[in-house]
């Protein structure tokens, strides 16, 4: 069983509204605040288009806001317990979505340039060395051109002693157990990735943290690549 898994069963057991957990509210309150300035500021499609966030867990977080916009929503995750979540969860709340039980790396559901917006669910942090690029190239084949990708990951460098004593500054790995289980690369590390990966940047917003902080990053495939 992959630890994804085992934490939503537990989650779902203790009956937490999401992932966050305790922290829900605070993060839910956080995301709209996200999504008010990506509405504010054009990056969002005409509500009915064809979105997909990568990493939806039980669907409580960008794909509710998103349904709750008028669009059509898929979302994929690797926990299976996540997804019937997400599922019921969106039958109670009378909303629509299509859930997949994938992986974020390679989506065999989805056909090439499906969607016209693609978020990412706070999933690229958890990838680790080769699979963020395989992540951002299923991102490439996924979005259609013009499409906006959002990024929602963490970034910077850790605060708490405990966290620094856990970190790879090399790597930018934060490590439990001694292995690799999260990827915190400072703001301009990470955006010389995500351009080194053909995409460009078109907006960039921080929420800073006590322990670390929370880019959101708007990008769209470069130019070159689209079509090819």
Partial sequence: MNVYEKQYRKLLAK?????????????KT?????????????????????????????????????????????????????????????????????FIVGNVC?????????????????????LIEDERNLFFTEVKRLLKPGGRFVISSMCGTPRLDNDMNAYDPVRYHLLKEGKPWRTLKPLENLINEIQEEYFNVLA??????????HATIVCTVNGSLEGS
Avoid at 15 to 27: I, N, Q, T, V
Avoid at 72 to 85: H, K, L, N, Q
Avoid at 111 to 125: N, P, Q, T, V, Y
Wanted: charged share 20%; glycine share 8%; aromatic share 14%.
């Fill in 15 to 27: 009956g937490y509204a999401a992932w966050a957990g305790e922290d829900f509210l605070r993060a």
């Fill in 30 to 98: 956080q995301q709209e605040k996200i999504f008010h300035w990506l509405s504010f500021n054009n990056h969002l499609p005409q509500p009915g288009a064809p979105v997909l966030e990568m990493g939806c867990g039980n669907g409580a977080m960008a794909s509710q806001s998103l349904a709750e916009r008028g669009y059509s929503v898929w979302g994929v995750d690797f926990s299976e317990t996540a997804i019937r979540w997400a599922e019921n969860h969106f039958y109670q709340a009378r909303l629509s979505a299509h």
């Fill in 106 to 126: 390679h989506i065999g559901q989805c056909e090439d340039a499906k969607f016209e917006f693609i978020i990412d669910g706070s999933c690229l942090h958890c």
């Fill in 204 to 213: 960039t917003r921080v929420n800073n943290n006590a322990w670390w902080d």
